[in-house]
């Protein structure tokens, strides 16, 4: 059974940061193209970026101008973890962020991962 698990989440004040980590039990990361998106609330699901198997990260055209800079996505694989590094985070930040995957999955392709965590809420707030 595969589960993902997404921690570092919180309350954050404007400008702060934070490390979101997604770790996997039932499959490996380190060569799978790992996702990360976000939901905010009363707000569709966004794709955020994502890491690819050989370590080229994605932004994606509806979210670049907003997190390109400020989030970066890495992989610890002696760990088979995927980090999502937020900087300079803003209120419009705030959003429960998922980490998503499967075997065949690709930052690039069409369609959703099958596997997703529970996610990890982030509030960005004075």
């Known amino acids: 059974q595969v589960q993902l698990v997404e921690s570092g989440g919180g309350l954050v004040q404007p400008g702060g940061s934070l490390r979101l980590s997604c770790e996997a039990s039932?499959?490996?990361?380190?060569?799978?193209?790992v996702g990360w998106f976000r939901q905010a609330p009363g707000k569709e699901r966004e794709k955020v970026s994502c890491?690819?198997?050989?370590?080229?990260?994605?932004?994606?055209?509806d979210s670049k101008d907003s997190v390109k800079g400020r989030f970066t996505v890495s992989r610890d694989n002696a760990n088979d973890r995927v980090y999502l590094q937020m900087t300079s985070l803003k209120p419009e930040d705030t959003a429960v962020y998922y980490c998503?995957?499967?075997?065949?999955?690709?930052?690039?392709?069409?369609?959703?991962?099958?596997?997703w965590g529970q996610g990890t809420p982030v509030t960005v707030s004075a």
């Open positions: 998503a995957t499967d075997l065949l999955y690709e930052c690039e392709g069409f369609g959703s991962p099958d596997y």
């Open positions: 039932g499959i490996t990361l380190d060569s799978n193209d």
């Open positions: 890491i690819t198997g050989t370590d080229e990260t994605i932004y994606y055209e």
